[in-house]
């Protein structure tokens, strides 16, 4: 299966392997520029990623070490992992919005073990049994310096600013701040006609942000730093809004394949978050806390077979979606709660 796709208009794909994921690949896709070739993404830190990136360059009729330059949508190492490596071949620039690219500076200046603590604090608030809660205190206590993966990204030496064209020779490409799959995530909009004349808006790079078979994973923006109560869902529904108003000619999303007709994806995915949150608003009746919400939750699989990491990222969600309720008066905290129980409202 060949893994370089031509877009026509100077845009190409390249499909990226991410190693043992059932996502499967990242599409890193490529831009002509009068200035040479800028990638949109990089894909996952792995030798065999590495070599499909670099062997797909030149399938395209260039070279790894001919980038001028690297924009990320988010954070995320399916899409940043392979950025370090492509600036050290090409002496590229790395782009990124200040969001995310404060992720990464925190990523990489806290030890494991800060991050250990405060993931246990948070499970133990969200009302995690303590068998869960457990593995991590020893993995605090144990104060082991080792590197988890993901933990040594590239640090970005641009800033991506939302609403500027970004400085790209010969082409007109506009950054659109989508916070909510991630803080800084960013959309990119091709504003040029489409190359077969497709009907509509130019076209847009979406990232995770809209894809067309699956509804990207919104959690808590998790900061040890700070303790701002934010609300990734409603940042996410917002941003959504604004991509379904945009009405691109086509979207090149990072994961599975191009699609047409933005507003109709867009409008499947605001009619799906609005069922799930009348589900759990009804799960709600009874005070329930974070963790027995996620146990009560629709996830892809029984929550007993969902492995650990995984139940992590769905307490994560859970909570996401009780801010979201929250924030709408549909749902309040029970008074003097611990560990804090939520229960929909009137
Ligand atoms: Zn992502
Ligand atoms: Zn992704």
């Not at 002496?91 to 969001?99: F, P, Q, V, Y």
């Not at 133990?124 to 082991?144: M, N, Q, S």
């Not at 959690?219 to 009405?247: N, Q």
């Amino acid at each position: 299966m060949t893994q370089v796709t031509d877009h026509g208009g100077g845009v190409h794909s390249i499909r990226v392997p991410i190693p043992d994921n059932p996502l499967g690949h990242t599409l890193v896709h490529l831009l002509d520029t009068d200035a040479g070739p800028v990638l949109i993404d990089t894909g996952w830190d792995d030798p065999e990623s590495w070599d499909t990136l670099t062997a797909g360059l030149t399938a395209c009729g260039t070279d790894v070490k001919d980038v001028t330059g690297v924009l990320i949508t988010h954070h995320h190492p399916d899409h940043h992992g392979l950025s370090a490596k492509v600036r050290d071949a090409s002496g590229a620039w790395i782009a990124m919005h200040e969001a995310d690219a404060a992720v990464v500076r925190r990523t990489r200046e806290n030890p494991p073990s800060r991050w250990y603590a405060y993931m246990a604090a948070k499970l133990v608030a969200a009302g995690a049994p303590e068998a869960h809660v457990a593995p991590l205190i020893a993995a605090r206590d144990a104060g082991r310096p080792r590197k988890l993966p993901g933990l040594d990204p590239a640090l970005p030496d641009r800033t991506i600013t939302p609403g500027d064209l970004l400085d790209l020779p010969g082409r007109r490409l506009r950054a659109i701040w989508t916070p909510g799959h991630t803080p800084g995530h960013v959309c990119l909009h091709l504003e040029e006609e489409h190359p077969a004349q497709l009907a509509g808006n130019g076209r847009l790079f979406s990232g995770d942000h809209v894809l067309p078979g699956i509804t990207p994973h919104i959690g808590l923006y998790e900061d040890p730093d700070d303790a701002t109560v934010t609300d990734p869902l409603g940042d996410y529904l917002a941003s959504l809004e604004r991509i379904g108003a945009l009405g691109p000619a086509e979207v090149l999303p990072a994961h599975q394949h191009p699609f047409t007709d933005a507003p109709a994806r867009v409008a499947e995915l605001l009619d799906h978050h609005e069922a799930r949150l009348a589900d759990l608003r009804a799960l709600l009746a009874a005070p329930l806390t974070p963790w027995q919400l996620a146990e009560r939750m629709e996830w892809n699989r029984p929550w007993a077979d969902i492995p650990y990491g995984s139940r992590n990222i769905a307490v994560s969600e859970a909570e996401a979606h009780l801010r979201r309720l929250v924030k709408l008066g549909h749902v309040e905290t029970v008074q003097g709660s611990d560990p804090v129980t939520y229960v929909a409202t009137g």
